[in-house]
């Protein structure tokens, strides 16, 4: 059993910068050549869509076109924490981030909800214009 818990969330203005962190309760020492690692978000009326994606072995993200060169998805491999720097935040970010992971690559890159089946309960993210 993954247990995934983020944090970090909050109210910002356009331009702010936040950082979110998502805690893993697996060993990643054990599995860390096995695990998908992602962020999605959900905006009011919205469904859930893709943000970013590693493998937690290398350091090769991928990144919704609406983010990259904004954000940035990191972990800490001591720490089996998650990262998403996001920089130069819009108002159209507002919304509820999910990390997500998996055991195994995924074969879309990560890109889709559909291939993970551990998720956290979801930070808020608001910004104002």
């Known amino acids: 059993q993954v247990r995934l818990v983020e944090s970090g969330g909050g109210l910002v203005q356009a331009g702010a910068s936040l950082r979110l962190s998502c805690a893993a309760s697996?060993?990643?020492?054990?599995?860390?050549?096995?695990?998908?690692m992602g962020w999605f978000r959900q905006g009011p009326g919205k469904e859930r869509e893709f943000v970013a994606s590693?493998?937690?072995?290398?350091?090769?993200?991928v990144y919704a076109d609406s983010v990259k060169g904004r954000f940035t998805i990191s972990r800490d491999m001591t720490k089996t924490i998650l990262y998403l720097q996001m920089n130069s935040l819009k108002p159209e970010d507002t919304a509820v981030y999910y990390c997500?992971?998996?055991?195994?690559?995924?074969?879309?890159?990560?890109?889709?909800?559909?291939?993970?089946?551990?998720w956290g309960q979801g930070t808020q993210v608001t910004v104002s214009s």
């Open positions: 590693m493998l937690w072995k290398d350091d090769a993200p």
């Open positions: 697996v060993r990643i020492s054990i599995y860390s050549s096995m695990l998908q």
């Open positions: 997500a992971t998996r055991f195994g690559a995924s074969s879309n890159n990560g890109r889709k909800s559909s291939d993970y089946p551990y």
